[in-house]
């Protein structure tokens, strides 16, 4: 069964820093494109980090670009996502998700929660 | 950034209803436009992708159409576990971009 399962999220006070992480399980991952995709609560969707294959390119969106650093272990069939200097508007549900060679994201995680409050 | 703007942000219908909802993009993104399907707590699922191709599992009663800038989605003979919130997504450029959501609620 083709399957990611995101975990790491939690409560952080603002400032603070947390990792998140997603295992992919079922399908050839050093092969797909990788996103973290955000939802705040009643949100739209916001892609937050995209990683290609074998890390070559990677997009952060201007919101936290400098704060967050994705990468990936292929080997361990792993996607991460560093979060640093978390800001009250982080606060959302992260998710994440493989991106199809026809450019929709079609297999998504369960997704994890970040809360960051004081 | 491309812009996705989708519209209404909600409607409100009853079962066997058709509803339409759009998505215009800010520049022309060809066919790279995929929908999505959101219920409370859940993940997102992908619908439609490349305006028109239905994903594996996906009812007839869904399609798309568009190119360009102007895309569409439709149900058909709308059902009870249809009512949710719809998502457009735009591939043509990074980064992948939504559009705002359109929320399908009984009427």
């Known amino acids: 069964e083709v399957q990611l399962v995101e975990s790491g999220g939690g409560l952080v006070k603002p400032g603070g820093s947390l990792s998140l992480t997603c295992a992919a399980s079922?399908?050839?991952?050093?092969?797909?494109?990788m996103t973290w995709v955000r939802q705040a609560p009643g949100k739209a969707l916001e892609a937050v980090s995209t990683?290609?294959?074998?890390?070559?390119?990677?997009y952060y969106a201007d919101s936290v670009r400098g704060r967050f650093t994705i990468s990936r272990d292929d080997d361990k069939n792993s996607l991460s996502l560093h979060m640093n200097s978390l800001r009250h508007d982080d606060t959302a549900v992260y998710y994440c998700?493989?991106?199809?060679?026809?450019?929709?994201?079609?297999?998504w995680g369960q997704g994890t929660t970040v809360t960051v409050s004081s | 950034d491309i812009q996705l703007t989708q519209t209404p942000s909600s409607v409100s219908a009853s079962v066997g209803d058709k509803v339409t909802i759009t998505c215009r993009a800010s520049?022309?993104?060809?066919?790279?436009l995929a929908w999505y399907q959101q219920k409370p707590g859940k993940a997102p699922n992908v619908l439609i992708y490349?305006?028109?191709y239905l994903q594996t599992g996906v009812p007839s009663r869904f399609s798309g159409s568009g190119y360009g800038t102007n895309f569409t989605l439709t149900i058909n003979n709308l059902q009870s576990e249809d009512f949710a919130t719809y998502f457009c997504?735009?591939?043509?450029?990074?980064?992948?971009?939504f559009g705002g959501g359109t929320k399908v609620e009984l009427k």
């Open positions: 998700a493989r991106q199809h060679r026809s450019r929709n994201l079609d297999v």
């Open positions: 079922g399908f050839s991952f050093g092969s797909y494109l």
């Open positions: 990683i290609n294959t074998g890390s070559t390119y990677i």
């Open positions: 520049e022309g993104i060809y066919s790279w």
């Open positions: 490349a305006v028109t």
């Open positions: 997504q735009q591939g043509n450029s990074f980064p992948v971009t």
